[in-house]
């Protein structure tokens, strides 16, 4: 029997494309899962519109769901409520710190954001930092560069 528990948990198995050490439930993508009978629905949320790796998550989940058995599947992709950084887990952020990337720091994306106030190397954990560029490897991160151990970084930006 289908259950909206089983097909949660399934999903806490995709990574997400772009930063494969957690996963999509845990970034906060994946906002409700629907089952009738045999047909799941489940709700996602774009980290930002225009994500291009929204049709591979898309693609990764229909692709599990369907290994699982389960044929009769819907993405519904939603907009409102935006997401926003406050959806990725405490555990999701040390995972984040852990691989490289300076986890987001505060909810609000505003330009003293990323410019106000020194982001934490996820290196050396230094303060002594500088953004180098707005846009790091994806949109939703900013490139930062740590002058004690000269190090560059991500910064996933808060939103």
């Keep these: 029997m289908l259950t909206q528990k089983k097909i949660f948990s399934l999903l ?14 845990e970034l906060g993508i994946i906002r409700n899962v629907n089952v009738t009978g045999n047909a799941v629905e489940v709700v996602i949320t774009p980290t930002y519109s225009g994500c291009p790796a929204m049709k591979q998550i898309e693609y990764d989940i229909v692709s599990l769901l369907k ?6 599947i819907e993405i519904k992709m939603v907009y409102h409520p935006a997401w926003t950084t406050d959806w990725i887990s405490d555990e999701a952020k040390e995972k984040l710190r852990k691989y490289g990337i300076a986890p987001p720091e505060k909810s609000s994306m505003d330009k003293a954001s990323l410019t106000g106030k020194k982001k934490r190397c996820p290196h050396c954990s230094s303060s002594n930092t500088e953004m180098i560029s707005q846009f790091g490897s ?12 000269k190090e560059p970084f ?3 930006k808060c939103h």
Excluded: Q
Excluded at 12 to 25: A, G, L, R
Excluded at 67 to 72: L, S
């Design 12 to 25: 806490s198995e995709i990574p997400d494309p772009e930063i494969p050490v957690i996963s999509i439930s």
């Design 154 to 156: 991500d910064y996933f």
């Design 67 to 72: 290994k699982n058995g389960i044929k009769n």
């Design 138 to 149: 994806t949109a939703c991160k900013a490139l930062y560069r740590c002058k004690e151990c």
